[in-house]
Structures are given as structure tokens and as C-alpha cells.
Nanobody, 122 residues
Framework: QVQLVESGGGLVQAGGSLRLACAAS????????MGWFRQAPGKEREFVAS????????NYADSVKGRFTISRDNAKDTVYLQMNSLKPEDTAVYYC???????????????WGQGTQVTVSS
């Protein structure tokens, strides 16, 4: 079954930047919509950004609009999340997943992985 591995997280000061990557193995996700989600301590997992299979349609949560950019490289089976102007409230574990174009996020491409920790200090 497909495996999704997130990387690129770390500790950064407020105002800094990080670039997250999500790589697939076992099966390509080139025909799937891909998305980034995050979960902060004591909170539910929330949507951050998504990108269509062709990279044309991109959506962002209101909290990250203008600061985060999602992109993908289907040849590498990798999706990225460029995070700029980071704020302490962005601190969370970040996860990626995918879905078929015609489906919802209730039917994801694969199981949720371990994610990558992003910590933003004041």
C-alpha cells in the first residue's frame, strides 16, 4: 500500500521559513489531489492546503493564506509546503495525504503517517 513520508519540519523563530516535503512510495499519487493538514496539541487535525493533480487549483485555510504555498512535482511523487512568515500558532505536527478528485477527504489516499513537527518560537 502507498506510504507517505513527511519531512522538513523543525524549530524556527517567528517570522522564519520552512519547506516541508511529502514523498510517496509503493504507488504514485500523480492522479490525486494532495493536501497538507496539521494538528496542534489539544486540537483536532485541520486542513492547511491542497493542490489538484495538475497543480492548477490550490486552496488554503484562511489562517495561512498569503504565507504558505503548496506545490507538487509528480515526476518525483512529492508535494511541498513552503511556509513563510511563520507564527507561534503555526506550531503543530504536519501531515500530508491525498484523495481522488471526485471524492472528499473522508476517503483519503492512504493512512495517516507520523507527520513532521513544526515548532515556531516567539
Amino acid at each position: 500500500q502507498v506510504q507517505l513520508v513527511e519531512s522538513g519540519g523543525g524549530l524556527v523563530q517567528a517570522g522564519g521559513s520552512l519547506r516541508l516535503a511529502c514523498a510517496a512510495s509503493g504507488r504514485t499519487f500523480s492522479t490525486y489531489t494532495m493536501g497538507w493538514f496539521r494538528q496542534a496539541p489539544g486540537k483536532e487535525r485541520e486542513f492547511v492546503a491542497s493542490i489538484s493533480w495538475g497543480g492548477i487549483n490550490r486552496n488554503y485555510a484562511d489562517s495561512v493564506k498569503g504565507r504558505f504555498t503548496i506545490s507538487r512535482d509528480n515526476a518525483k511523487d512529492t508535494v511541498y509546503l513552503q511556509m513563510n512568515s511563520l507564527k507561534p500558532e503555526d506550531t503543530a505536527v504536519y501531515y500530508c495525504n491525498g484523495k481522488r478528485t471526485e471524492s472528499t477527504w473522508s476517503t483519503p489516499f492512504g493512512p495517516w503517517g507520523q507527520g513532521t513537527q513544526v515548532t515556531v518560537s516567539s
